[in-house]
């Protein structure tokens, strides 16, 4: 489990660095759709394979990757809040700390 998980979370940095890169040459939207295909579904799929099976500090990592593809996107500072860049983009945020795997299964579900 924490094998493949290391091997995703490498796969999902490097998505962030393709997006850091195409940020300065396309529009907010197509970057949108970018993360929507690259990182998107292993955030909301992933929720589901991983369950509780996975600990808490593996899926910290991930919400982190969420947070700074975010932040790239708008070119926003490192330090701002991410929640009104993904409340504007319509992006399910990723809160470890306050909900847990099946809150955001559940909201995940209920959104689409």
């Known amino acids: ?3 493949s998980f ?8 490097k998505d962030v660095g393709i997006i850091a890169r195409l940020r ?4 907010c939207t197509t970057l949108l759709n970018i993360y929507r295909s690259l990182m998107e579904p ?8 991983w369950g509780q099976a996975t600990i808490a500090h593996h899926l910290n990592k991930i919400a982190i990757l969420q947070k ?3 932040r790239l996107m708008y070119f926003s500072d490192y330090t701002s ?3 009104p860049l ?5 992006i399910l945020q990723m809160n ?5 795997v099946q809150e955001l299964l559940f909201c995940d579900r209920s959104i689409r």
């Open 24 to 27: 300065h040459l396309v529009p």
């Open 42 to 49: 292993y955030i909301s799929d992933g929720l589901v394979a």
């Open 1 to 3: 489990m924490c094998e």
């Open 6 to 13: 290391v091997l995703i979370f490498q796969e999902k940095s």
């Open 96 to 100: 470890i700390g306050t909900q847990s």
């Open 68 to 70: 700074r593809v975010i």
């Open 86 to 90: 993904l409340a504007c983009s319509g």
């Open 81 to 83: 809040h991410n929640a």
